[in-house]
């Protein structure tokens, strides 16, 4: 299950940035995904990098979306898909903003109704499409076009409100663990209801770090313990194998902090508070694969 196909469903020269995960997560999604995908894209950074229409990078047929609809609109078309007696893959893939905030409503809504698609929001924990503003997803203490001095409040917990829902298949991901990304894509589109994948998506503009250490940044999250990669199958828990090497012996958090220019003067206080959150997600985890949480 590695997904890491030859035939490409991303074309080259797209308007990303330099250092994009966000595209890199989405050429690894539509190689697990194959040809027979219809992809719903809010506004957000992807509805940039898809080019200007006519012309467009992706080989599959895109829908683009209000930003609040991304959920609403994929509920409608798999249904449409059903009636019709097709299986086409549907996968709304959205940012942060198109999630954690602006699409939360429509996101609960198509997984109560238990709609057959993958919700895939990939996180690079602001609006990035508009500029880096703050959302739901930015991490205490970050900078950020709307919270110059560092964000004053804690991220939401967006994992733990889909897990409330109690969905078939849910898994998180990293842009920096591409095979872990794929096998999950598949488990997702392999099960019937809906599935829902929370990938991080490292931003070098708006997380101010070279572009050439995209793959660097997303793998000192996971070592850190920082972000963590899990699958959850309704009730059951399966950490990865990254996730269970960092809770063994984890990379010190300033290891991830400090190469990133959108924590610049974060205060000791704030960064043990973000530790000691990370080690407590972690333990959460831990329990709840071991089914004592």
């Known amino acids: 299950m590695s997904g890491l196909q030859e035939t490409e469903y991303i074309l080259k020269c797209t308007s990303a940035c330099a250092g994009c995960s966000t595209s890199l997560i989405l050429r690894h999604v ?3 995904a194959g040809p027979d995908t219809v992809l719903v894209i809010p506004a957000c950074c ?3 990098i898809q080019g200007v229409y006519p012309k467009t990078s992706f080989r599959i047929p895109v829908y683009n979306v209000a930003f ?9 078309m798999s249904a449409a898909f059903e009636a019709m007696g097709k299986k086409t893959n549907v996968i709304a893939y959205a940012g942060d903003g198109g999630t954690v905030d602006i699409g939360i409503q429509a996101l609960s809504g198509a997984l109560e109704r238990e709609t057959n698609f ?3 929001c990939y996180d690079n924990e602001a609006y990035g499409n508009t500029g880096m503003q703050r959302s739901g997803s930015t ?3 970050a900078r950020t076009t709307t919270t110059p001095e560092g964000k004053g409040h804690k991220k939401k917990d967006l994992d733990r409100i889909v897990a409330a829902h109690s969905i078939p298949y849910m898994a998180t991901a990293c842009s920096a663990y591409p095979k872990d990304l794929a096998g999950k894509v598949e488990k997702a589109l392999a099960t019937k209801g809906p599935a829902f994948i929370h990938v991080l998506a490292p931003c070098p503009p708006g997380w101010r770090y070279p572009a050439e250490k995209t793959i660097e940044m997303g793998k000192l999250a996971v070592k850190t313990g ?3 990669l899990y699958e959850r199958m309704y009730e059951t828990v399966v950490i990865s194998g990254p996730t269970k090497a960092a809770m063994i ?5 300033e290891e991830y902090i400090k190469p990133q220019g959108r924590f610049k003067g974060i205060t000791p206080e704030t960064i043990t508070t973000i530790r000691l959150d990370s080690e ?4 959460r985890l831990a329990a709840e694969e071991e089914g004592s949480c």
Request: charged letters at 10%; hydrophobic letters at 60%.
């Open 46 to 48: 992807t509805s940039v």
């Open 226 to 228: 920082v972000w963590a």
């Open 68 to 76: 609040a609809a991304s959920a609403a609109v994929a509920s409608g």
């Open 139 to 141: 991490p205490l203490g």
């Open 249 to 253: 012996k984890p990379t010190p958090i």
């Open 30 to 32: 539509l190689a697990a």
């Open 118 to 120: 993958l919700y895939i």
């Open 280 to 283: 407590r997600m972690l333990r």
